[in-house]
């Protein structure tokens, strides 16, 4: 179906055309002022995606929040899923959520997606790469502020995850930190820093639900 | 009767696109015009409110100490050098001197800051002369440090989303293992405050061994007070280096200068440009209608009266395009502004573009100011037209 800008002579395109640019520039530089809830990058995505997703050739990056895929509805649906509101000053419905498409040449093999998470001490950035099924290929921690974050940091704790997907931490009830299924079986490596362990778990089930919500995982 | 008014508007509908695109020549002129010189009034107003919002005019550091933020965390902390806290009281003896503070600024590293860790900076600030000082930060939550020996802190806004702390979290000061309960976030200010963290200074002394020591003095002088002459006598104090922020301000200003003459020169362009067009279209405008004015001037018209009213038709581009210009700089100013940031190598917080009636009513004079003198030789040329040579249409073709 052509809009009536189209098929119009042209004398009468210039304002229709007029009017979408500035419509255009409205809604980009509205963008450009908000001053919206801080998001999750990686800090340095060529490497950091290499090293996630050895065998990707390249990225696209794409932003979204819950805001904008769906609203309050969207956010209770996630709320909902997580088993817990999203709380603070810093986590709300407007925070915006970085999606990093991995790709072999053309062909789309898995996301990574990271998120934070309030810690003990200060903020936790806590990073998936998934498959395109939503399984998990890698868990990384960019950033947390701990005495013993070293050791939640560790590779080693991250293998943990390897392969567990959304429908495990559905297990997993993130305001008790009562585990079943495999999430039971996820050990922590330093027993005093179990606040930061919790939020690293909680962290982790976010991401897999927002990822879920914002791209479909569904296998 | 019908007015000379009336005969230019119509005489302008004849040709509905060519008038269109002056108009829009004369606005284009117009909205850069507009925005150049609000950029002109809005960068220096915005420039002086950020270093008003410094609280202080002077900074005194020992020599080759680095005194910006950025600095700190490119050099992780390692080119900090000190003076002595009794530096402040030799300050506050000056006359010009109205209130001082004193800062000790530090930088850990922190191993979990991404793959290969990263520099945390933390500002050991005295509560009562700092906040006396900068009274532009408000606080989102909470308020100072209960006391000056407190493990307390007060994180900027940007640091505190970072690290996702509320009023009541503790934060961990890594390297040194020290934990600090968070008393209050303050307000975005859109300055390098945002991102820092601020501890009590005999906290930050004790933590980092550095007991009767600071790197930075912040002085706020005296209305009216001169400024040349305290820093020649600050520059007598052994082993200090002074930092004027007015210096830093004039700095700045000079850097900045270079892209405004660039922008005053393709502002200048756009102008001639809408100047020849507005030419352009009022001399074919009077070629078209040769044989019209001829006839007109055979019923008695006087050449003053031809000219009048090809003057009129000017006037008529001018103030449309005119108005058109200074509504499309007024629409599109956080556009102007995002553009000029993009370019510019500093840019301080606050509208860089600033608008106002007194700026609208300067431009709109000019642009019909140079409209009409670009209407006065298509004007003069049709009052001078022969009308028996018009009318058997020898003469112009």
Redo the contacts between chains.
């Keep these: 179906m052509h809009s009536e800008s189209t098929t119009s002579r042209t004398?009468k395109k210039l304002p229709a055309l007029a009017a979408a640019v500035?419509v255009l520039?409205f809604v980009?530089?509205g963008n450009?002022?908000a001053?919206g809830?801080?998001g999750c990058d990686l800090?340095?995505p060529d490497?950091?995606v290499a090293r996630l997703f050895p065998e990707s050739t390249g990225y696209k990056t794409i932003y979204t929040s819950v805001l904008q895929k769906g609203g309050e509805k969207l956010l209770a649906k996630v709320e909902s899923r997580l088993g817990d509101k999203f709380h603070?000053?810093?986590?709300t419905i407007d925070v915006p959520y970085t999606i990093y498409e991995i790709f072999t040449n053309k062909k789309k093999v898995g996301y990574i997606h990271g998120v934070?998470?309030?810690?003990?001490?200060?903020?936790?950035q806590v990073f998936l790469a998934l498959d395109l099924e939503g399984r998990i290929k890698a868990f990384y921690i960019?950033?947390?502020?701990?005495?013993y974050?070293?050791k939640l940091?560790d590779a080693k704790f991250g293998r943990q995850f390897t392969g567990l997907t959304g429908k495990d931490f559905d297990h997993y009830d993130v305001i008790s930190g009562k585990a079943a299924g495999k999430i039971e079986g996820i050990r922590n490596p330093v027993p005093e820093a179990e606040a930061d362990f919790r939020a690293a778990l909680r962290a982790a089930k976010k991401n897999l639900v927002l990822m879920d919500e914002f791209v479909d995982l569904t296998p | 009767m019908i007015t000379k008014f009336q005969v230019a508007y119509r005489n302008l509908l004849r040709k509905k696109m060519r008038t269109m695109l002056t108009i829009i020549g004369i606005a284009l002129s117009a909205w850069v015009l507009v925005s150049l010189l609000g950029f002109n009034r809005g960068y220096e107003i915005s420039l002086n409110k950020d270093i008003d919002n410094m609280g202080f005019q002077l900074m005194v550091m020992a020599k080759g100490c680095p005194y910006e933020a950025a600095t700190l965390m490119l050099k992780g902390g390692t080119g900090l050098r000190y003076i002595k806290r009794d530096v402040v009281d030799e300050v506050m003896r000056e006359p010009e001197v109205e209130q001082t503070t004193p800062f000790l600024m530090a930088a850990v590293f922190d191993p979990n800051k991404g793959e290969s860790g990263g520099i945390a900076g933390y500002f050991g600030v005295e509560p009562k002369s700092f906040s006396a000082m900068k009274r532009s930060l408000k606080f989102r939550q909470g308020k100072w440090f209960t006391d000056e020996n407190a493990y307390e802190t007060v994180m900027g806004y940007e640091a505190a989303e970072l690290e996702q702390r509320e009023v009541g979290d503790m934060i961990l000061m890594p390297e040194k293992n020290v934990q600090f309960k968070v008393v209050g976030i303050l307000d975005r200010t859109g300055t390098q405050d945002d991102g820092t963290i601020f501890i009590p200074l005999k906290t930050a002394q004790k933590i980092f061994n550095q007991p009767d020591e600071i790197t930075t003095i912040g002085i706020k002088l005296k209305s009216g007070a001169d400024s040349a002459r305290l820093e020649e006598k600050l520059y007598k104090l052994p082993d200090v280096q002074v930092v004027s922020l007015t210096q830093v301000k004039d700095t700045i200003m000079s850097l900045i200068s270079t892209a405004k003459v660039m922008v005053l020169s393709i502002a200048l362009i756009a102008i001639l440009i809408a100047m020849v067009g507005v030419i352009n279209t009022i001399l074919a405008s009077v070629w078209e209608r040769f044989q019209e004015i001829g006839i007109l001037k055979t019923i008695g018209a006087m050449p003053w009266d031809i000219f009048q009213l090809i003057w009129t038709e000017t006037l008529i581009l001018c103030t449309v395009g005119g108005i058109l210009g200074v509504i499309l700089a007024l629409v599109l100013a956080r556009v102007t502004d995002i553009l000029i940031r993009s370019v510019l190598p500093y840019a301080p917080g606050g509208g860089l573009v600033v608008i106002d009636w007194k700026l609208v009513l300067v431009t709109l004079a000019a642009i019909l100011g140079i409209g009409l003198l670009s209407g006065v030789y298509p004007a003069w040329k049709a009052g001078r037209i022969r009308p028996l040579e018009a009318i058997r249409g020898e003469v112009g073709r």
């Design positions: 004398g500035l520039l980009l530089t450009g002022t001053r809830a801080v800090n340095d490497r950091d603070g000053i810093y986590e934070n998470q309030k810690g003990q001490f200060g903020g936790i960019q950033k947390m502020t701990s005495q974050a070293g940091r």
